[in-house]
C-alpha cells in the first residue's frame, strides 16, 4: 500500500462495491482526517448508501451512547480512527468493534496514528481491517499496510487491474491470483517496501512498552507545562489520550505561533491536520499541536514553553 489513505480507498472501492448497496449505511466518526471521509462519501455517491458520522463531547471523546443508538443492521460498516491525529484522543476500538459486530457490520480502523505510539494487536481487537502508514513509523512516504481478515479481502473483487495480480489472462475472461497477489496490480515501489522493511526492523529493536510509557510521561508533563502558560487553551483533554497536545494561544492564529517557534528551532504542526470538521465542531480555523515521540525529552517541553511565551510578547 502507499499508506493508509490508499489501504481505505481500496477497502471502500472492493468491499464497498461488492457489499454496500442503496438504502445502506456507512458510520464513521466527526473525529476522522480526511482520508477516513472522503472514500466514504465517494462510495455513497456511487452506491445511495448513507453516511452517518458519531459525534463527540467538549473533551473530544467520541459519543458511544449515540454511536448505540446509530446501529442498526442496514450499517455494513464502521470506520473510525484508533488514535486521532487531531486531539490525540485513543478511541475505545475493542468496545465500538464488539457493538458494529453485534449488528452484523465489518469494522475498519485508521491506525495511521496509533501504530506509531501503541502495541496494536488486531486480533485482541477484533476489528476486520486495520490500515496505517510507514512514514509514521519511520519510514519512507508512500508506504503503508492494510491488513484484513483473509476470508473478507478473498471475497473482495481486485481494487485494480494489471499485471502480477492475474492468474490467466484470455480476452474472453482473466482470473485473478490469490492474496495478497490479487490486490498488487502492477510493479511496487520495491525501494520503499525494502526501507519500511527496516523500519520495522528498527522498532522491533528498541523496548517499545518503554518507549510508549516515555510517551505517557511527556504527554502528562506537556499537559501541565502548556497548560500553565498564560492564553492557552488545551483542545482534546480526552482521558484516554496519545502523545499529541493540540492547542490555541490567545486568539493568535496557529499559523503565526508555528512561524515564530520556526524561528525559534522548535518544529510543530499548525492547521486543521486534515481533520476540517474537528475544527469545524470547537468552532475554530485551526490548531497548533506538539506530537511527541520517544526521542522527544522534557527539556524540548521546555523549550516549546519558552518559545510560546515570546510569541505572546511579539503580539503584545
Ligand atoms: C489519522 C490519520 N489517518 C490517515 C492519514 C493519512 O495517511 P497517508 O497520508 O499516509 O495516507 C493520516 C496522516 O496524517 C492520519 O494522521
Known sequence: MRGTTEAINLVAFSFGNRFVGAGDEIVISVLEHHSNIVPWQMLCERSGAHLRVIP????????LDVYQEMLNPRVKLVAVNH??????TINPVVEITRLAHQVGAKVLLDGA???????VDVQAIGCDFYALSGHKLFGPTGSGILWGRSELLDAMPPYQGGGDMIRSVTFEKSTYADLPAKFEAGTPDIGCGIGFGAAIDYLESIDFDAASAWEMDLLRYATVRLSEVPGVKLVGTAAQKASVVSFLLDGIHPHDIGTILDSEGIAIRTGHHCA?????????PATARASLAFYNTPAEIDTLVRGLAKVRELFG
Open 83 to 88: 488514535v486521532s491525529n487531531a486531539l490525540g
Open 276 to 284: 476540517q470538521p474537528v475544527m469545524e465542531r470547537f468552532g475554530i
Open 56 to 63: 463527540m463531547n467538549d473533551a473530544g471523546e467520541l459519543r
Open 113 to 119: 496514528q496509533a501504530a506509531p505510539h501503541l502495541r
